[in-house]
């Protein structure tokens, strides 16, 4: 399982995540996208519609009648309904359920450092586990520091 940490620095979620998304559906997988405030998930929602004059990416919020057939689906929680194997945790907060998923991509800024910090650490010594730590550098280029 990899766990990939992703600290915001130089662009916000918004230009990240998109592209996290692309890569994730362009070699056919699925992802699940979690977010626990309410808020957050419908503008991420209007997101996916709109990154792009030329594309969007195809999705859902998650409690429709369709949550299976989603390629990417959008939740408070880290329940794969759309059966997901790729979760981005994209609100800072660590959920142990994303274990379960073959790769995680956690999110977080500055506001969420010390939660991200102690996400690390516990997975230390977690068997089967691969970590990787990854910061923008000035020009935004994503730089893998552990």
Known sequence: MKADFYHLTAQPLDRVLPVIAEKVLGSG????????????RSALDKLLWSYSAASFLPH????????????????????AANAATNIAIVDGVWREEALSFARVFHFFGEDSIAAARAAWKSLADREGVDRRYWKQDEGGRWQQVA
């Open 29 to 40: 997988e699925r992802l699940l996208i979690v977010a626990g405030d309410q808020a957050q």
């Open 60 to 79: 859902g919020e998650a409690g429709g009648e369709r949550d299976a057939e989603q390629p990417v689906l959008i939740s408070g929680n880290p329940a």
